[in-house]
T-cell receptor, first 112, second 110 residues
Framework: EPEVTQTPSHQVTQMGQEVILRCVPISNHLYFYWYRQILGQKVEFLVSFYNNEISEKSEIFDDQFSVERPDGSNFTLKIRSTKLEDSAMYFC??????????FGPGTRLTVT | QKEVEQNSGPLSVPEGAIASLNCTYSDRGSQSFFWYRQYSGKSPELIMSIYSNGDKEDGRFTAQLNKASQYVSLLIRDSQPSDSATYLCAVNTGFQKLVFGTGTRLLVSP
């Protein structure tokens, strides 16, 4: 069964450093998303991406964040200058035309 | 602020019983509704979607939607210990993004 994959599973970085989180969505899906979940809190939407452009973004997704689909398979989230409060699980999701979103296993980001 | 509300629980049921999980949402324009299961330390796993008023059944799971009351529920029949997890209600409020509730923790005791 096709699934969303994410790398790395755990990323530790120092405050102020740049990180890139990588995702491979399900191959025939058209819509791509990033969500995050701070420990003990709800899953929060960050950004959606369709047809090679951002279709919607949340207030969390400020100028420090960017997304890219550099080729036909990868979908990345970049955080330019990490802050302590960026520590969270970051989930990539993808969906087909039915908009049912399937989540990857997540990347745990720890900012020290 | 578009909200999705769930009782955080825990909801405790004995093995074999029916577990009933509830969710309310604030945005009347919401079009689609989802239930995800999340085991501790894992990612959300889609278990049900529902788009129109009424019931939708899939195996041991039944989702119920009442748009007039802005209410979604999930019934799990013949609950098993392996069903113990946090159940997240998610609502598609607009273009594509999902708004999640905080989740209800379900504990099924053998």
């Amino acid at each position: 069964e096709p699934e969303v994959t994410q790398t790395p599973s755990h990323q530790v970085t120092q405050m102020g450093q740049e990180v890139i989180l990588r995702c491979v969505p399900i191959s025939n899906h058209l819509y791509f998303y990033w969500y995050r979940q701070i420990l003990g809190q709800k899953v929060e939407f960050l950004v959606s991406f369709y047809n090679n452009e951002i279709s919607e973004k949340s207030e969390i997704f400020d100028d420090q964040f960017s997304v890219e689909r550099p080729d036909g398979s990868n979908f990345t989230l970049k955080i330019r200058s990490t802050k302590l409060e960026d520590s969270a699980m970051y989930f990539c999701a993808s969906a087909d035309r039915d908009h049912e979103q399937y989540f990857g296993p997540g990347t745990r980001l720890t900012v020290t | 602020q578009k909200e999705v509300e769930q009782n955080s629980g825990p909801l405790s049921v004995p093995e074999g019983a029916i577990a009933s999980l509830n969710c309310t949402y604030s945005d009347r324009g919401s079009q689609s509704f989802f239930w995800y299961r999340q085991y501790s330390g894992k990612s959300p796993e889609l278990i049900m979607s529902i788009y129109s008023n009424g019931d939708k059944e899939d195996g041991r799971f039944t989702a119920q939607l009442n748009k007039a009351s802005q209410y979604v529920s999930l019934l799990i029949r013949d609950s098993q210990p392996s069903d113990s997890a946090t159940y997240l209600c998610a609502v598609n409020t607009g273009f594509q993004k999902l708004v999640f509730g905080t989740g209800t923790r379900l504990l099924v005791s053998p």
